[in-house]
């Protein structure tokens, strides 16, 4: 350490200078400069390296806990503190995610549902519990609203899309693309707030169709649906809050780039053990397979 130290310095002081107020010696300091960096030093330059790819893949996303489980997944055998402390002295930092305001519409005549879930966002297999849920994303040409589908088992996003408009034919379109993709068994539930999108009669008689349950969050609480939530605030974070979409259109397309690329095939979400949601949905197919 004081050798490094010297070899930091020795610009702006005599090398002797230095070992004398450090109480080495010349001669050990020029022996240590002979052997050049120790194993550990070597390491950890290769360590910043592979920390600093990882952290652009991630669209500068990833804190120290995602960066360690992607270099494990590489066989990397590191430490999560080796990591952070690498980080700290790279400034390499996650970007940071803002605050956001609710859609929802509550008030209104139509019939609500009873909170099925109570904050239970567990999920033994999937199509088991769907959480759905709208947001907003400003463009230059005005707002565009977003509504998404995801499975609770593995927190992927399986039914999204995108409209100028907040209506009921929004999150039709949504739940109708996740319905296509998935094909649900009896038993499915399906939780949102109390939006009127979600209440209005042709989006119950659709759920009713397909012999799902509905379930809603509790007047004005937005925990009850907090994956959901949680999602929005990702993808914000990641990507909304850094942008300055000029059309809607071009909103669209790099949200569903997103979702369809990073989020779901890429992104390690801490929920499941720090991988990806379609790997976590891989990972049980062939374990119940195996089984």
């Known amino acids: 350490m004081r050798f ?13 200078l230095l070992c004398r107020i450090l109480d080495v010696s010349a001669s050990g300091f020029y022996a240590w400069c002979a052997r050049g960096p120790s194993l550990r030093a070597r390491q950890d330059e290769s360590l910043r390296v592979a920390i600093r790819a990882v952290h652009v893949e991630s669209r500068q996303t ?24 690498l980080m700290r002295e790279e400034g390499l930092v996650p970007r940071r995610q803002r605050r956001f ?3 929802t519409h509550s008030v209104h005549a ?24 709208i947001t907003y994303v400003w463009t230059r040409e005005g707002w565009l609203y977003l509504a998404v589908i995801l499975d609770l088992f593995s927190r992927r996003v399986i039914g999204w899309t995108t409209d100028g408009r907040i209506d009921q034919g929004l ?5 109708l693309q996740a319905l296509n993709t998935r094909h649900p068994a009896l038993g499915l539930v399906h939780h949102s707030d109390r939006g009127v999108q979600y209440a209005a009669r ?25 994956v ?33 690329v990073f989020y779901n095939c890429w992104r390690r979400h801490s929920a499941i053990g720090y991988v990806s949601p379609v790997d976590y949905e891989t990972a049980a197919r062939k374990a119940k397979a195996a089984a």
């Open 202 to 226: 042709d989006y119950q008689r659709l759920l009713r169709e397909n012999d799902i349950m509905c379930s809603m969050s509790r007047k004005g609480n937005c925990w009850d649906n907090a």
């Open 4 to 16: 490094g130290f010297i070899q930091v310095e020795k610009a702006s002081y005599p090398i002797r």
């Open 171 to 175: 999150v039709t379109k949504a739940l």
């Open 228 to 260: 959901a939530e949680s999602f929005f605030a990702t993808i914000k974070g990641d990507l909304i809050d850094h942008q300055n979409y000029t059309t809607r259109e071009e909103a669209r397309t790099s949200i569903g780039e997103y979702i369809e």
């Open 110 to 133: 139509e019939p609500v549902a009873a909170n099925l879930l109570a904050r239970d966002f567990s999920a033994s297999e999937p199509n088991e519990r769907w959480v759905a849920d």
């Open 101 to 103: 305001r609710t859609t």
């Open 62 to 85: 990833y804190g120290s806990p995602r960066i360690h489980a992607e270099l494990r997944s590489e066989e990397r055998p590191v430490g999560r503190k080796r990591v952070a402390r």
